[in-house]
C-alpha cells in the first residue's frame, strides 16, 4: 500500500478518552503504517510526552470529560509542539468549526467514523504538515465540507439562499454565481474551469471578483462568511 | 462525554460531581420511573435544539462504541466461518452508524446520495480491510434525493444485504470484480439498483424461500417502507437488484 511507504516513520498519539475507541484507532493507524506511540487518556498527561516523544500526528477527540476539551488541548500544544492534529469527533456543529478554524486543525473525521474516511483524514493531514498558509486554507475548506457533508452546515439548498444575503454577493454577475455555487458543491477551482469550459485563470478571475464585492481575502474566509454570516 | 452530555441521565456514568458542574435543571436526580420517561417537549426552542444535539452526539459516540468493539473482536478471531459473519454483524451496526453521521434537516430528511456512498464505500472498506479474498471496484452513479432519517437507516440494512448476497455469490464466481449502485428517480419512484457481474441468478430462484435471514428480511423491510425488492438477470450476465421506495418518503415528515 503506498499509505504505508508514505507514512512509515510518522508517529502519532492519540487522545481519547473512550478505551475501546483509542483502541480502534491505533489498530486502524498502524494497519496504515503509522507508528502509534502512545494513548493518551486525560488532556494533562500530553504536555510531558510531547517533548519525549515528538509526534507528527496527534488524533485528538473533541469531549475528553476533563477540565478541557481537545480544541482547547490543541490550541495548548501548537504554542510549542507543531505537528498535525486531526479531530475525530461526534461533534458535528457549526460552532464546533468556528471553535475548530481558531486553531490549526488538518482535519476533522465525524464519528461513528467509517474505516476510508479516517484513512483519507489521516493521509491528507500529514500531507499538510509543513502548514504554508494556502495548506491551512486548504485544510479548514476540508473541514467544512466533512462537517458540511455531515449536514451540520446548512445543505446546498438552504445555502443557496442564505448566500444571496450576504452583503455584496447580491451584486454576483451570471457566471460569478455559477462559480460561488460550484465552490460551495465542493468544487476546487481546476474543476470548476473545466465544468464550466474556461480556463483556470478566468476561475482565479471570477473568484478574486467575488472575494472584492463581499470585501474577503480567501476561499476560506468567504466560506466563513457564508457559513457563520 | 462533554460536561453537557453528563447532564443526561445514563446508568454507567458517574454521578454528577457538584464541584465541577454548573447546577442545570435536568442534573437533578430523577427517579427510576421518570427516567423512563421522555421529558415533554422543551419550549424553549433553543433549548430544545440543544438537546437535539445532545442526543445526536450521545447516538453518534454510542455507536462509535459498538463499531470500535466489534473491529477488535474481528481482529482476535482466526476461524474463517466465524470471523465472515462477525463481519456481517460488524458492517450491520456499521451502515447503521454511518447514517447517524448526517444530521437530518428540519424535514427529517437527508441526503439519500451522501448516505449510499457512506455505506457503500464503508462495505467497500470492510471488505478490503477485513478480508482480502472478497475486494471489490465500486462503482457509483447516485442522483441526489432525499430520504427520511430513519428510513435511510432501513434502506441501508438492505443494501449492505444486497452487497453482501453479491459479495458471497457474485464475486467468488465472476471474473469482473465490480460492483455498480445507481439511485435514481423513475416514473415517480425511487430506484436503488446494485448490479453485479457474477453468474447470475440460479433458475427458479426464489429470494423469499429458504432459511437464510438475509434476503428474506431485505423484502419485508423493503415492503414495511411502501416499497418491493426485485431479482433479475442483467442483460449480458450477473443480476441486478432493484429497490422501489415510494418518492415522495423524501418530502418533509
Not at chain 2, 84 to 110: F, K, M, N, P
Not at chain 2, 137 to 163: G, K, M, N, Q, S
Request: hydrophobic share 40%; net charge negative; glycine share 6%.
Amino acid at each position: 500500500m503506498s499509505a504505508e511507504a508514505k507514512h512509515n516513520r510518522a508517529r502519532a498519539i492519540i487522545v481519547e478518552d473512550e478505551w475501546i475507541v483509542a483502541r480502534d484507532l491505533q489498530h486502524i493507524l498502524e494497519e496504515i503504517g503509522l507508528e502509534v506511540v502512545r494513548l493518551v487518556r486525560r488532556p494533562a498527561e500530553l504536555a510531558a510526552l510531547l517533548e519525549e516523544l515528538k509526534p507528527d500526528l496527534l488524533v485528538l477527540d473533541i469531549d475528553l470529560d476533563a477540565e478541557i476539551d481537545g480544541i482547547e488541548l490543541a490550541e495548548q500544544v501548537q504554542r510549542t509542539h507543531p505537528c498535525a492534529v486531526l479531530f475525530v469527533s461526534a461533534h458535528a456543529e457549526p460552532e464546533t468549526l468556528a471553535r475548530v478554524r481558531r486553531v490549526d486543525a488538518h482535519g476533522f473525521v465525524v464519528k461513528p467514523f467509517a474505516r476510508p474516511q479516517l484513512e483519507a483524514a489521516v493521509e491528507v493531514a500529514l500531507a499538510r504538515v509543513d502548514r504554508t498558509a494556502d495548506h491551512a486554507q486548504a485544510a479548514l475548506r476540508e473541514i467544512a465540507r466533512v462537517l458540511a457533508d455531515a449536514g451540520a452546515l446548512p445543505n446546498s439548498e438552504r445555502r443557496n439562499r442564505n448566500w444571496r444575503q450576504v452583503p455584496g454577493l447580491d451584486e454576483l454577475s451570471p457566471r460569478e454565481i455559477q462559480v460561488l455555487e460550484a465552490l460551495l458543491a465542493h468544487r476546487r477551482p481546476p474543476q470548476i474551469a473545466e465544468d464550466l469550459g474556461i480556463s483556470p485563470h478566468t476561475v482565479r478571475n471570477h473568484l478574486k471578483s467575488i472575494y472584492a464585492k463581499c470585501g474577503v481575502r480567501s476561499q476560506a474566509e468567504l466560506l466563513q462568511l457564508i457559513v457563520e454570516g | 462525554m462533554s460536561v453537557g452530555d453528563r447532564s443526561a441521565p445514563s446508568p454507567s456514568a458517574e454521578p454528577p460531581s457538584p464541584s465541577a458542574e454548573p447546577p442545570s435543571p435536568s442534573a437533578e436526580p430523577r427517579s427510576e420511573v421518570e427516567q423512563l420517561i421522555e421529558p415533554e417537549a422543551d419550549a424553549d426552542p433553543v433549548g430544545g435544539e440543544a438537546a437535539l444535539r445532545r442526543a445526536r452526539h450521545q447516538i453518534r459516540n454510542e455507536l462509535q462504541l459498538l463499531t470500535s468493539l466489534h473491529a477488535l473482536h474481528i481482529r482476535r478471531v482466526d476461524d474463517p466461518r466465524a470471523r465472515r459473519e462477525l463481519v456481517r454483524c460488524y458492517r450491520r451496526i456499521g451502515v447503521v452508524s454511518v447514517v447517524h453521521q448526517l444530521s437530518a434537516d428540519d424535514g427529517g430528511t437527508v441526503s439519500a446520495d451522501a448516505c449510499l456512498s457512506t455505506v457503500a464505500e464503508f462495505i467497500e472498506a470492510s471488505a478490503r480491510s477485513l478480508d482480502d479474498s472478497r475486494r471489490f471496484e465500486l462503482e457509483l452513479d447516485l442522483e441526489p434525493l432525499r430520504w427520511r432519517h430513519d428510513h435511510a437507516t432501513r434502506v441501508a440494512l438492505i443494501v449492505d444485504e444486497l452487497f453482501a448476497n453479491a459479495i458471497d455469490h457474485a464475486l467468488p464466481h465472476g471474473t469482473n470484480p465490480t460492483l455498480v449502485l445507481q439511485l435514481a428517480a423513475i416514473d415517480g419512484r425511487t430506484c436503488l439498483r446494485l448490479r453485479d457481474f457474477g453468474p447470475g441468478l440460479p433458475e427458479h430462484f426464489d429470494p423469499i424461500a429458504g432459511d437464510t435471514l438475509g434476503l428474506p428480511m431485505a423484502h419485508a423491510v423493503a415492503q414495511q417502507l411502501g416499497g418491493s425488492l426485485e431479482l433479475a438477470r442483467a442483460p449480458g450476465g450477473g443480476t441486478i437488484a432493484s429497490l422501489w421506495l415510494p418518492l415522495d418518503q423524501g418530502a418533509p415528515a
